[in-house]
């Protein structure tokens, strides 16, 4: 995903990477050895699911995970973000919807 001058990538052997317009790292969230979905950017915030963890929620200044919301199968499909909602479908088949907001957790 691209959002501004940050280019943000993942990979299962390497988690989310923050990289600048030169391809440096800016820094690395590496917090499962899992599926790592394409990340999704909104309201200063990645979002991306993990086939062990579900959604995971991520600073896209720190890489830091701010939140998570873990179903009984995981999921690895690319979350969807419109509305202020998030959505994403668990390896198990679940279509999972959360209300955006930054005051509360998922």
């Known amino acids: 995903a691209a959002h ?12 989310v990477t923050e990289l600048d317009l030169d391809g440096d790292t ?13 990340p999704v950017v909104h309201a200063g915030r990645l979002y991306v699911t993990d086939s062990k963890f579900g959604l995971v929620v991520l600073s896209t200044g720190t890489g ?22 998030a959505f994403f479908i668990s390896n198990g088949g679940q279509l999972y919807s959360f209300h955006l907001n930054k005051a509360k957790k998922l």
């Open 64 to 85: 830091q995970v701010l939140d998570r919301f873990t179903p009984a199968w995981g999921a690895s499909g690319r979350p969807l973000v419109r509305a202020g909602r």
């Open 4 to 15: 501004g001058n940050r280019i943000f990538v993942s990979m299962a052997s390497k988690g």
């Open 26 to 38: 800016v820094w690395r969230s590496h917090f499962s050895s899992g599926t790592i979905s394409d």
